[in-house]
Nanobody, 112 residues
């Protein structure tokens, strides 16, 4: 079992920044691929960013150049640095570890 705890969401003005964190339990964190997803009201969940166990990163086109995903295997934690936030980024953000494990979600709200 892998248990994930997310933090770092909140309310920010457009153009501001937030850093999301997701801390995982378990001893095999370094093996897993990791990802951040978001879901806005009335919309499907979409991938925002991912990072493999070899630190290969991928981003949705909508966040390239603004968001950065990183991992700290020693701390069993994945981060999402979010800069130049837009109102369209408003959503609940979820972290993923491997295929079946999901965090509880953290709300990000960007005001105009």
């Amino acid at each position: 079992q892998v248990h994930l705890v997310e933090s770092g969401g909140g309310l920010v003005q457009a153009g501001g920044s937030l850093t999301l964190s997701c801390a995982a339990s378990g001893s095999r964190f370094s093996i897993y691929s990791l990802g951040w997803y978001r879901q806005a009201p009335g919309k499907q969940r979409e991938m925002v960013a991912s990072i493999t166990n070899s630190e290969i990163r991928n981003y949705a086109d909508s966040v390239k150049g603004r968001f950065t995903i990183s991992r700290d295997n020693a701390k069993n934690t994945v981060y999402l640095q979010m800069n130049s936030l837009k109102p369209e980024d408003t959503a609940v953000y979820y972290c993923r570890v491997g295929a079946p494990y999901w965090g509880q979600g953290t709300q990000v709200t960007v005001s105009s």
